[in-house]
């Protein structure tokens, strides 16, 4: 459940936990620091974050994979 307290927002809260790294080994799929980019993808990428598949250097921790959630589930706010 997500209050208006502590809903993510990608500039604050999701942006930042994307590595530079990251967005360079995905700029041929979209730029993980573009916004409309990860909202456009960002079922697929919590896909790949739950299963472990991506980041493809080690997975996230829980509490992460857990803040993408929330954030998807709050309507995906800028
Ligand atoms: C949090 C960081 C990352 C996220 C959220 C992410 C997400 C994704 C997603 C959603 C796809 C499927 C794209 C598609 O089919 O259009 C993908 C594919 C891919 N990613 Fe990433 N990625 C991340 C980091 C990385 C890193 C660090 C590498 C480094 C090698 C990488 C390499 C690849 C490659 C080679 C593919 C294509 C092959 C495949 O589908 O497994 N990614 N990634």
Same mark, same amino acid.
């Given at each position: ?35 409309? +980019? ?5 079922? +697929? ?11 493809? +250097? ?21």
């Amino acid at each position: 459940m997500v209050t208006a307290d502590n809903t993510p927002s990608f500039t604050r809260d999701i942006q930042p936990l994307f590595r530079e790294s990251d967005r360079e080994s995905m700029e041929f799929a979209f730029d993980l620091w573009d916004y409309q +980019d990860v909202r456009a993808n960002a079922e +697929d990428i919590l896909e790949r974050l739950s299963e472990g598949s991506m980041p493809c +250097d080690g997975e996230w921790p829980e509490e992460q994979i857990t803040q993408f959630r929330r954030w998807i589930e709050a309507g995906m706010p800028a």
